[in-house]
């Protein structure tokens, strides 16, 4: 892939990491190619590689546009995430060194910090790398690259799906903090557990209901509790 097809590629994913792309929006191959300068081809290729992981729907006859998870989707994605960060946590718990511990604890002041300011879109984004940092650091950038796309996705279906999400971030990131004491003194069985319930809390935040394809889920979640029943 070329330096430009993955410029735009990250920069799409970043968009929806930090909630700034919603699902449903159209992505034109003309403007984006007018927007980062490159042909349509180029643009081509990043919306196929942005499809394979599943954050762009290219439906054969309707234009490109981000992707919107159904409800099946998003239970499963949560099932992948929990089995994919175990393996991690387990690999942490076994072979993380000081300097490991070091970066994740870094990470975590950069999340407090955020909150603090109330970067809100810095906020969301930190608290999803930190789980890929957990990757990275264990030392498998392709479970991390792996973590990062599901992110992405977590990012689509909380845009999606109602949620009370935001309140509970204080909460995670100290669980954050907590998660990190739990892999320096190598406490595999409660690292587990925290980290169980750690992301049991995201998906419950959500009100996950299978819902009729047509409707503009958009819409129903922007009017919610503002029309008047006839």
């Not at 890929?132 to 479970?143: P, S, T, Y």
């Not at 279906?157 to 204080?170: E, M, N, S, T, W």
């Amino acid at each position: 892939m070329s330096s430009k097809t993955e410029e735009i590629v990250n920069s799409i994913s970043n968009a929806i990491l930090s909630h700034r792309l919603l699902p449903g929006t159209q992505l034109r191959e003309v403007s984006l190619g007018r927007l980062y300068g490159v042909s349509r081809t180029v643009v081509r290729q990043a919306l196929q590689r942005l499809s394979k992981d599943g954050l762009v729907d290219l439906s054969p006859g309707k234009i490109a546009s981000v992707a919107k998870p159904t409800a099946k989707e998003a239970r499963e994605v949560f099932d992948l995430r929990i089995a994919l960060e175990s393996h991690v946590t387990l690999t942490l718990v076994e072979r993380a060194s000081k300097k490991d511990i070091a970066k994740l604890r870094a990470h975590v002041k950069r999340e407090r910090a955020a909150l603090t300011a109330g970067d809100w879109d810095a906020v969301r984004k930190l608290g999803a790398g930190f789980h890929a940092l957990m990757a990275r650091v264990a030392g498998n950038d392709l479970l991390a690259e792996t973590l990062e796309h599901l992110h992405a996705r977590i990012a689509l279906i909380l845009l999606l799906y109602k949620h009370d999400y935001d309140r509970h971030v204080g909460c995670l990131q100290d669980e954050h903090e907590e998660f990190v004491n739990l892999i320096e003194s190598r406490s595999l069985e409660k690292a587990l557990a925290l980290l169980k319930a750690h992301l049991g809390t995201v998906e419950n935040s959500l009100q996950i209901t299978d819902m009729d394809s047509t409707e503009d889920l958009q819409l129903q979640r922007a009017l919610q509790g503002t029309a008047t029943p006839a």
